[in-house]
């Protein structure tokens, strides 16, 4: 099991400076967009190839996957005599979780209702309150008081889930609730969650990504892309992905009819699906050929 503290790693929420840990975000989010297709298992080399589309040297793809490896979330292993690296059952089972959130997103509707989680925690166990507030976050929950939280109704399971792994239960009471009164759930709900800070990072996402997609649109994709497009396709795939993946997590799909006129998330998921949708095959088509190229 990989510790609370070491899931930063695989945390798309996590505040860490994103030039520091750029190379190995790009990595953890390689080994979930691509790894599982090819076999599970990627040659240092092969990774050490890829990654330098994406302007990452040697070294620091090195020092990045000996980072994973030393969180539990990589297991290194030779195939053949070549060095490489697989990702750990933990570290499959979360990226598994995360492909959800990421590749699901779902909207949620206000007369679906909202899950509330309760909990009193003791100062004795201040570590696990944090663990649990710190969880909390990363599923999307916003705050309504000290020790109340809430989020859309369809993370009941994942709240649930949350709860057990860190063994909470007897401190915590989950609910299935509907707003009644007394103020407008509109204005609640820009209480309960910052969503300024949510709406920058969609712009930032559009202002980065929405030219790439319209530049492909015009440059369009041939049925069989040469090896330059493939190459292309997978650098700006991979980079959308590796952008997009903490969004999900920290906006959990929230009513539209609740939030704030022109919001940019929901351009914002149309942006990311489509260059998904016209990135994904060609992209992985260039995996394939730099891995059965280098074994």
Sequence with gaps: MIANSDRAALDPTADADRVMRRPRALIVSFFGTYARDVGG??????????MGGLDVD?????????????????VSERLGGAAGYRLSDEGRRILGEGDQ??????????????????????????RRRHALRTQLTRLGFGTTAAGVWIAPSHLTDQARATLRELDLEEHAELFHATHLDFRDLTTSVARWWDLPALQAMYRGFLD????????????????????EQRAAAFADHLRAVDTWRRLPFLDPGLPPELLPDRWAGSRAARVFFDLHALLREPALDHVRGIVQRLR
């Excluded at 298992?41 to 890829?50: E, K």
């Excluded at 040697?58 to 990589?74: D, F, H, N, T």
């Excluded at 206000?110 to 100062?123: I, K, N, Q, R, Y």
């Excluded at 990504?209 to 015009?218: D, G, I, Q, Y």
């Design 41 to 50: 298992w990627i040659g240092v080399a092969d990774l050490i190839a890829l």
């Design 58 to 74: 040697g070294p620091s793809v090195r020092s990045a996957v000996s980072r994973l490896k030393r969180r539990g979330l990589l």
């Design 101 to 126: 959130r990421i590749f699901g997103h779902r909207v949620a509707r206000a007369e679906d209702g909202w899950v509330l989680v309760v909990f009193s925690v003791p100062e004795s166990e201040r």
């Design 208 to 227: 980065e990504h929405e030219p790439v997609l319209t530049a492909w649109r015009r440059r369009g994709t041939r049925s069989e892309p040469g090896p």
